[in-house]
């Protein structure tokens, strides 16, 4: 992944701009996402889980680095989301999330924020707890999940909000981790920009306006002007999005690596492609008309 862009960033609030991404997970694909906002700072990670997750294991999802002590102490994390299980299979009635803080150099375990979060029916889930200590430089941030009451399927997609507040009251000014609180009914230009576009093809430099690469700008508040009607540069014979086909549109061959598309699949890195409940979402977009939402 490129680097991040964390302008903006008010002082006061828990300052990602300190923190280096070292490492991604290891049973699970995805990749971390970094958002800020007045009142709140954002880490979002999608994950689907490549092989079965037993009650009392734990995925390693993201771990951080920090060069410089982080003033959260009374600060409050929560962790929300949606977890999708795969066809046929069931979700666990609870999954534990655990952030913990320890010394890079000695291993050292400097404080532990354990919650355990109930799955509702819908997939939803959310838990909150203030911080007791400071981030002490030099130090990693260890984000793990692992079930509870029955096993993490293979191929169970998690989308994971990790938000750090000033005040409790913050938290409940965030936006929802899953855009429109779930994936029912189609998709809003709006919710791919926040959920996938921005994060995942403009943060990153591949379609930002500075890069544009094969011609594509992905930046709020362009992605329509240049998705829409608008023929690929590797296949003219394809818009990159054709309201109301999806089967036509360039954009959802690029993002399922269909064969008749030129060069990689999008996004590039294998482990960072799009699940498959990401790309369905575009689709519903395209299926819904591609509207400028």
Request: aromatic share 6%; hydrophobic share 45%.
């Amino acid at each position: 992944m490129g680097s991040n862009n964390y302008s903006g960033m008010r002082p006061g609030i828990f300052p990602f701009v300190v923190v280096a991404l070292l490492a991604v997970a290891v049973l699970s694909q995805g990749c971390a996402l970094l958002f800020s906002g007045d009142d709140f700072q954002r880490l979002k990670i999608f994950f689907k889980l490549t092989e079965a997750l037993a009650q009392g294991e734990a995925t390693l999802v993201h771990t951080w680095f920090f060069p410089a002590k982080v003033g959260v102490k009374k600060r409050w994390v929560e962790v929300s989301g949606r977890a999708t299980a795969p066809e046929g299979g069931a979700l666990p009635a609870n999954v534990i999330v655990v952030v913990r803080f320890e010394d890079l150099a000695s291993e050292k375990k400097l404080q532990t924020v354990i919650l355990k979060l109930k799955i509702g029916g819908d997939g939803a889930f959310s838990a909150k707890k203030k911080i007791k200590k400071d981030v002490a430089a030099d130090s990693l941030m260890i984000v793990t999940v692992k079930p509870a009451g029955s096993d993490l399927e293979i191929g169970t997609e998690l989308t994971l909000c990790v938000d750090l507040a000033a005040s409790k009251g913050d938290l409940k000014k965030l936006p929802a981790c899953v855009a429109g609180g779930g994936n029912s009914g189609p998709a809003t230009l709006t919710e791919l920009q926040t959920d996938i576009f921005t994060p995942t093809c403009d943060r990153f430099g591949c379609h930002n306006a500075d890069s544009a690469r094969a011609g594509l700008v992905l930046a709020a508040g362009m992605s329509f002007a240049e998705l829409v009607n608008e023929p690929s540069s590797q296949r003219p014979e394809f818009d990159r999005v054709e309201p109301g086909d999806p089967e036509s549109s360039y954009l959802v061959k690029k993002l399922r690596g269909d064969a008749d598309i030129t060069g990689d699949r999008m996004p590039e890195g294998g482990a960072a492609f799009l699940t498959d409940a990401q790309i369905a979402r575009v689709i519903s977009w395209i299926n819904d008309g591609a509207e400028d939402n």
